[in-house]
């Protein structure tokens, strides 16, 4: 997903690998007051509500991907575009657009509420290259055996599953090398707020910085 480009506000991005605490920043920075945009919701909501989506998806790889419910059948679809280059570029087609609109229209509320930034909770930031659409990118790191545990329990997963995720993701020395700030998970929740809020205050005090010479 590219970061949608119809609003003027300043992006910061959020990413983390699988385990590592990256919504659970989201939220804490939601709770305050910050307009995160959950990028994959946005992804997900194209498939999994009925919609324009669902019947793009249907016409271009068959009625049989609908379920009862009248949304796609995940796993159906992962068959045919893992093995299919073109099949995957489709689907990227159908859903990547719907992505960029429904974002720019969630940054256009933000700014016609006043906020001062958007953040776009984006779990593949750096996998796809998009740091240069980010005035800051924040990573969140978390301990390897932590984050697989999390997985594990959390979300029921067996590890061999979590570590194949992991394989398919940068690596935390990618991550500390990339973002422009860090923030640790190792302790509780508590910490974890603190660390959070620290880091954003950082970041968006660079904004204003940016703010002030650009007026001066």
Partial sequence: MT????????????TGGIGSGKSTVAAIWRAAGHRVIDLDAHS???LDIPGDGVEETVARFGERLRTPAGTIDRAALASIVFADPAARAALEEIVLGRVD????????RAADAGEP?????SP??????????YRSVIAVLARREDRIDRVMTDRGKDRAYVVSIMAAQVTDLERIRRADRL???TA????????????LAVVTAGLDDLADSAER
């Fill in 3 to 14: 970061p949608a480009t119809s609003a003027s506000l300043p992006r910061l991005g959020l």
């Fill in 101 to 108: 609109r429904a974002v720019a229209a969630e940054e256009l």
């Fill in 188 to 199: 509780g929740r508590d910490v974890l707020a603190e660390r959070a809020e620290h880091a």
């Fill in 117 to 121: 930034f958007v953040i776009h909770d």
């Fill in 183 to 185: 923030v640790l998970n």
């Fill in 124 to 133: 593949l930031l750096l996998e796809k290259h998009q740091d240069a659409g």
């Fill in 44 to 46: 997900r909501a194209v």
